[in-house]
């Protein structure tokens, strides 16, 4: 079931189309990952969601409530954290003081409550923001590379954070350009230039951009890569064959030289990085 249903979204400033034809779907539960390199229109979509920008499409929010924490800092540079936690939690309704208590723990912020914000520093900042974007325990949190200038500790405890709420139900859409981290993701949207150029889980995005490798282990190197003539192999130490899906094709392959004779000790399958695929999924697209 989605959450949020993204149909042939366009925005345009003047001539230039920010976002072209795009459509998304947000599933209930799920982090959903949208990447894309800098100016392919990642924020200008989740501008849109929240109707910051004039579009054309359609976006159907059926979230209930919706956390946004967008990459320029919405927080009064002039207020310390915890005022800027009570004012947006007053935004909210929120009168309950321990749900602010709760967010300064949650982002370690606590030590630093009294500090104003044009003091912290830049993580501390997204810190501060992402308390925010959470205070009204939303059930669709919408994250703008939230993770921008956070130090590698503190990148991990924001994700075990994001699974968690995942585990509690909730859905997350966030855009990252950390390679970890869009592995961390149910599914993947990759953009370029406004538009859609893959989708799906990080596994299956690998198996597209690159295919799948076999590597066996054989007893008669040579003898097994004549067998498989039909596919693209070489040898380095073991036989490396190139397959569109090793799940399918392994146990072909396997048969294929048990039959002529070949010994299979040992297979493994290999599969590109997220970097990688995405390399390539950008210089074909
Ligand atoms: N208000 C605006 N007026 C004109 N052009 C804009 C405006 N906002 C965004 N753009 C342009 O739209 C394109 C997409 O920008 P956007 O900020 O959505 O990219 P992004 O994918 O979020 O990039 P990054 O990874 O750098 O954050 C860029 O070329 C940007 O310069």
Redesign the pocket.
Known sequence: MNILEISNLSVR?GD?Y?VKGLTLNVRRGEILGLL??????????IRAIFGM?PYEGEIRNYATSVGWMP?NSPLYLNLSVEENLRFFASLYGIEDERRVEEMLKLVQLERYRKRLVKNLSGGMRQRAMLACAMLHDPELLVLD?PTAGVDPPLRVSFWEQFEKLREEGKTILV?T?YMDEAERCERLVLIRN?SKIAEGTPEEIKRRACGDRLLLEVDDALAASRILSDYRSWINGKVVVEVDDAASEAPKIIEMLSRAGVKVFRVEIRRCTLEEAFMRLMEHA
């Open positions: 400033f230039f920010a894309g390199p800098n100016g392919s229109g990642k924020t200008t979509t920008v990459q590379e855009t350009h406004g």
